[in-house]
């Protein structure tokens, strides 16, 4: 029988700690939450590997982002006890699930409802009572419960997303990685009184979040 305990305490060490992620409480997070719970049955033996994973074919398909490029995302929101924080593309949730470990209150918004179906019924069976899906275009955000204190990404985009920096409450924060493939840099958005800084905090490759694609430009 496959030692998924064994696994994460593997995944942690050589993904997460081996990659500057010194946060505790993310590695915490990641230590207790069980990945294989948010991946399809016939690849919860891959829950654990060092790349991003599908969850579900399509068009678009859908993926969690790799280990080590979300706890560095989440290290760089600087994510507090009492944050409400939205997670932009959960999909299976598993995102989520890590978030509910951080932050006051989590926001997961997904479109594709058989994924927020699968993902919302393992946070309750985990007891994650603190977080909740939300079902909506991706690209709009969740205005509802807005402003909030970090706004999570779980794929790429190819620039800042205005209609989720307008979300964000004085000092909050935004991250996702921007530009495709060797392009892509890990940035956080900060809504500050002049306006919204960024900064770049590492180099991250991972699979486009649907809806964030530039529109293709006029052609001659």
């Known amino acids: 029988m496959i030692d998924f305990a064994e696994m994460r305490r593997a995944m942690v060490d050589a993904q997460v700690r081996a990659n500057?992620?010194?946060?505790?409480?993310?590695?915490?997070?990641?230590?207790?939450?069980?990945?294989?719970?948010?991946v399809p049955a016939g690849l919860r033996n891959f829950a654990y590997i060092d790349?991003?994973?599908?969850?579900?074919?399509?068009s678009p398909s859908r993926y969690l982002m790799e280990p080590m490029v979300l706890a560095k995302l989440l290290q760089a929101a600087e994510i507090g006890p009492e944050a409400l924080v939205l997670d932009v593309g959960a999909?299976?949730?598993?995102s989520t699930a890590v978030l509910a470990k951080l932050a006051g209150q989590v926001v997961a918004l997904e479109e594709d409802a058989e994924l927020a179906g699968q993902g919302s019924s393992v946070l309750v069976d985990l007891g994650l009572l603190n977080a909740a899906y939300v079902h909506g275009p991706l690209t709009a955000g969740w205005s509802a419960e807005a402003p909030y204190d970090v706004i999570l990404l779980n794929g790429s985009v190819d620039s800042?997303?205005?209609a989720l920096l307008a979300q964000l409450k004085p000092g909050g924060r935004l991250v996702a990685?921007?530009?495709?493939?060797?392009a892509g840099r890990a940035t956080v958005f900060t809504n500050t009184t002049g306006g919204v800084g960024s900064r770049v905090v590492f180099d991250a490759a991972v699979p486009t979040l649907p809806g964030f694609e530039a529109r293709p430009g006029f052609v001659f």
């Open 20 to 38: 500057d992620v010194t946060d505790l409480r993310i590695v915490a997070a990641m230590l207790e939450t069980p990945r294989e719970r948010f």
């Open 51 to 58: 790349d991003d994973l599908l969850v579900k074919e399509g």
């Open 91 to 94: 999909a299976s949730g598993y």
């Open 160 to 162: 800042a997303p205005e």
């Open 177 to 182: 990685v921007v530009g495709r493939g060797r």
